[in-house]
């Protein structure tokens, strides 16, 4: 018989904080940095608890069903609410769709519930927050958490979910060199590569600014390859000679949006474009960086012109806006 998963009323009796970890948003990413974090956390140490939390309580459930048929002995259990894993976990790791997000899972559930819990000095906590969003609302909500004793760092990832699954991303951390050092044992279980790009928001300017060369670069690349072929060159040929030149990037190399351009590997668009990185996603990305630019009057000509094309992406094709974002590709096609 499978253990079931156990609610927050079932588990929270006798619950050690220092010893438990929650995760919050189990999306994509999310999903499958938790199950890297929480397997490896259980393999070191036997006795960690384990708590999940997402808006769609199904996936939580689904989550803890399965984390437990694996590890039957484990300590998992889902929170109905942040309020929930807040008050369980002396760990807290959020990763969210965006800003809004992140401004209401702190502002309306974390810090008030921090709030009463840091009443006892005893009940430190820390916070990653791995959600890709606007720099100045990530530095309000740490400097909120900080004022309450507890520790926070943003921590945006890159590798997608291709890296999530392996635990192979890249963390960029912004953040005090006491809370990188604290953050680093976590962060190692569900990251190969983990930055320390500097204070409170370091890493999510890296991260934007990262994205930014991203999400242009995946639209030049279907130009080309689209250009290519109608000047009559095979893909996998094409792509071959743009990966051993000058033209060599990931968006080409690994997530090149033409199938069977890539012999042996398996791009999103060898699954009609499924499991990558959403362009709804990149189109929010795009955003941030377009907007902090016009703040810091920062030119951004291909920027702008980059969100553009994602904008009318999802608009036009809606069926679009979750699949990976390489399939701008399949839009220029379409539209030739």
């Known amino acids: 018989m499978r253990p079931s998963p156990r609610t927050f009323q079932s588990a929270v009796n006798g619950f050690s904080r220092k010893k438990s970890t929650s995760f919050i948003g189990l999306g994509r990413m ?3 940095m938790a199950y890297n974090l929480f397997s490896k956390q259980y393999v070191q140490a036997s006795d960690s608890r384990f708590v999940v939390c997402d808006v769609n309580p199904d996936t939580a459930h689904s989550f803890c ?3 437990a048929s694996k590890y039957p002995a484990a300590h998992i259990s889902y929170a109905e609410t942040p309020e929930q894993a807040t008050l369980m976990s002396h760990h807290i790791i959020t990763m969210l769709p965006s800003s809004p997000e992140v401004q209401s899972v702190y502002s309306g559930s974390i810090i008030p519930t921090l709030q009463k819990l840091h009443q006892d000095p005893s009940q ?8 890709t969003l606007d720099v100045d609302v990530a530095r309000k909500v740490a400097s909120n958490v900080g004022k309450l004793g507890a520790q926070m760092i943003d921590a945006p990832v890159s590798g997608g979910v291709a890296g999530a699954t392996a635990g192979t991303l890249s963390f960029l951390v912004g953040g005090t060199e006491e809370s990188f050092e604290i953050a680093l044992p976590v962060l190692s279980l569900m990251g190969q590569r ?3 790009c500097g204070p409170s928001g370091a890493g999510l300017a890296a991260k934007i600014c990262n994205n930014l060369v991203l999400g242009v670069e995946q639209i030049v690349v279907a130009e080309a390859m689209l250009l290519g072929q109608e000047l009559g060159l ?3 040929v094409l792509a071959s000679v743009i990966n051993s030149s000058t033209g060599g990037c990931w968006s080409s190399s690994v997530n090149n949006p033409v199938p069977s351009a890539l012999p042996g ?3 999103p668009c060898e699954r009609d474009y499924e499991g990558g990185f959403a362009t709804s996603l990149m189109l929010k990305d795009m955003g941030l960086a377009t907007d902090v630019a016009q703040q810091r009057r920062s030119p951004l000509p291909l920027g702008e012109a980059a969100k553009t094309i994602y904008a009318k992406v999802v608009e036009e094709r809606p069926e679009l806006s979750r699949k990976d974002f390489s399939s701008v590709y399949r839009f220029l096609k379409d539209n030739m």
Do not use: E, L, R, V
Request: proline share 9%; glycine share 4%.
């Open 30 to 32: 999310g999903y499958q």
């Open 65 to 67: 069903t399965s984390f």
């Open 124 to 131: 430190d906590t820390f916070c990653i927050d791995s959600t």
């Open 194 to 196: 983990i930055i320390h």
């Open 234 to 236: 095979n893909p996998a």
């Open 265 to 267: 590997k398996a791009p």
